[in-house]
């Protein structure tokens, strides 16, 4: 495969995965309402998060602003992840650790967008 091609799929996974979840945030669905109010973050938290999520999955998707959005992205995933680790548990009201392990791809997946750009973000310093 080659890279552009890659870092695309990337890209892509991390929108999908972001957009898909908006649908529950914005609705306030019962799962969304229990994990945000278990982190004391109902409802602005969850609004918040929502935004952000929205705008890392459209910032990822142009060019420009991708390692912006990656960075973004990597920050919202590491605080997903450690709510599961230590507040909510790795299985969220019975969902096999759906969220979690979705958390953990999406993470990966900007991490890795990251990573395959930092002379970019080394360029940004100097």
């Known amino acids: 495969m080659k890279d552009c091609t890659f870092v695309w799929l990337l890209r892509l996974i991390v929108a999908i ?11 306030a669905s019962p799962e969304s309402v229990y994990i945000f109010s278990a982190l004391n973050m109902e409802p602005y938290g969850r609004i918040s998060i929502g935004v952000a999520e929205l705008l890392v999955a459209v910032f990822l998707l142009m060019p420009r602003t991708s390692l912006a959005a990656a960075i973004g992205g990597t920050c919202i995933l590491l605080g997903a992840i450690f709510a599961h680790l230590f507040v909510l548990g790795i299985e969220v009201k019975n ?32």
Not at 19 to 27: A, D, G, H
Not at 98 to 125: D, G, P, Q, S, Y
């Open 17 to 27: 995965i972001f957009l898909q979840t908006l649908y529950f945030k914005f609705n």
């Open 95 to 126: 969902d096999g650790a759906t969220l979690f392990i979705l958390a953990l791809i999406a993470f990966l997946c900007c991490a890795t967008l990251v990573a395959k750009e930092k002379n970019k973000l080394i360029n940004w310093f100097n």
